[in-house]
């Protein structure tokens, strides 16, 4: 029923928006800024680049607005924008190379930031664990780097924001067996990278059959 | 179940997205095989921990840096976007389509049926004033006046009524004869003539607006009813007269002009010598009233290149011409004056035509010459007019007939032989030694 509520609203500002409130607008930015700005992170490893990506969509989707479909979804069509935006800022990197490490971490000055994985939770925790979370999640970080870049997109939408197979279908413009695969080889690699170790037994298994 | 396709299921089962019958054989074959069991657990903590990142926060002021840049952008493209502008403009442009229609197919035929009427009214008027009333054409100007001269002149000298200077077989006394072609220079011609505005007078055939052939006898004169014209032709005919194109140094001061009036419009000709005393001719589209729109059209009678210039006649009576040259060798032509569709008056349809042919002599000559003799039995008025034309040094132009002529003349002025031919064949013939009218009912 809320999320009914919430889509009606969202329905409200946005032809608010394509009647050229920018009030309108503002509110919908407020309200997908984090996912948007996430995902185009996660894609270019960087937050510069990430902010770019993030404003550049928004833009594009300002600009398409007249065009969009009423009833239609504003964050998968936002999600499609950025995946574009990021998927074209990859192909440009590819034709000036960069070893995929430098992604994160020393990429032009922007060090992750250690307060970014504190901001959402309080700094009420023992400085030990920070430091333990901190080394997991660049571990996490690292093996999403290393997928390519269409299963990154797939990896991120599903496994981190939860969308369902049809919404991340519907942001990269593919079926769902296009999505299902990726999103399994991505799942493979991940596992390989992420697994604990002595789980690595699951292999005698698939070739006795 | 094998390993490899539970391997295969295991995300989607994590992710609740098998269905039951898949899921239960997915699950028995879990049971039984601890590696897959295994790896189900490997791939919930794999994805745990991936799920357990956190989303990166956003950056500083990113809501408001992302606000200014969309009013920038809005201040760039108009917010009243695309498609309310086509909303806006789809009536707009419906009107105008509307607007369009409506002159096409309201005012505009309004305008022509308004201005045929007007046309209609005044031909009308014309018709009923009869063969006296002043047809709105310029050269038409001065004819009262030279009919008064006329007048006076036959009865001075009543005498001479009837006399014809030339016949079909007669020869004329060259002496004699030369002089009676310059109308204003004595009384003789007007004289001989005078019969004819007097039938006319006294036939009194109202509605008639141009006289009929010659009353002289045989191959007499035609009556000066229009010697006026004759006299006008003459002064056109003088470079740097209006009206008269200036086409270079070549062109002298003689010239010959023909003319057809035709009910309603008519192609004037005048030739003028070019180089070499090859004739110059200039057409001169006239119309009685205004018409709208012709073609005219010169074509040599053999084969050659044709020429045609597009008249337009609705908004004046008459229109010059760019000189024509005709190249050497090409004596006869045919010059067609075509109305265009849509301009007809009301009452005729289709468009019409007015046929006719002009002949080119290879050499202008002086007015005086005498042809030495010529005669035409059983020929063509075709050929015979050429024939004319080449030993007159006339440029004649005549409606196409196919009647056939038998005509002999022999050593007559050749003033005289075009007025005896064209005569016969139902015309009026006025000459004097600049220019030389035929008029052809």
Known sequence: MADIEARLDEAALIARGQRGDLAAFDRLVNLHAARVFNLAYRMLGSRQDAEDAAQEAFLRAFSGLPKFRRGAAFSTWIHRITVNICLDELKRRRNRPQPISSLYGARDGDAPDPMDCLSAQKNSEDPAEIVARRAEHEEVEKALASLPAQQRAVAVMCDMEGLTYEEAAAALNTGIGTIKSRLHRARQRLRQLLAPPGEQTAKKCSQKR | MGCKKARKLLGEYLDRRLEGGLSARLEAHLRACPACAGELEALRITLQRVGSLTSAPLPEGFVEKVSTAVRQRAAVQPRPNRWQTLRWLAPAFGVLIIGMITWWQV???????????????????????????????????????????????????????????????????????????????????????????????????????????????????????????????????????????????????????????????????RAAKGPEGRPVIFFRAEASQPMGLFALRVSPQRAGKEQQWVVDLSRSRSLELPPFFPPAGASVWRVSLIEKSGSALPGRTGPRHEDYRLFLPSRLLPPDETLASAEYRGASSAQALADLSEKSGLVLLAPVSQESVTISLNRVPADAAISALASFLGCQVEADGFARNLIAE
Request: cysteine-free; overall charge positive.
């Open chain 2, 107 to 269: 005012v505009q035929p309004a305008g022509y049926r308004a201005k045929r009427a007007m046309a209609e009214r005044e031909w009308a008027e014309f018709e009923r004033a009869g063969p006296a009333a002043e047809p709105p054409v310029r050269h038409y100007k001065g004819r009262a006046l030279m009919r008064e001269e006329m007048k006076a002149a036959a009865k001075e000298s009543p005498a001479e009524t009837g006399k014809p200077r030339v016949g079909a077989e007669g020869a004329a006394p060259r002496t004699a004869a030369a002089p009676q072609f310059r109308p204003k220079q004595e009384s003789e011609p007007l004289a001989v003539s005078r019969e004819a505005p007097g039938s006319a007078a006294s036939g009194g055939v109202e509605g008639e607006r141009v006289a009929r052939a010659p009353a002289a006898s045989g191959l007499g004169y035609a009556p000066p009813e229009r010697s006026d014209e004759v006299a006008m032709k003459a002064e056109g005919g003088r470079p740097g007269a209006p009206g008269y194109p200036a086409t270079g140094g070549a062109l002298t001061e003689k010239g010959a002009a023909l003319d057809l009036a035709r009910r309603s419009a008519a192609v004037r000709v």
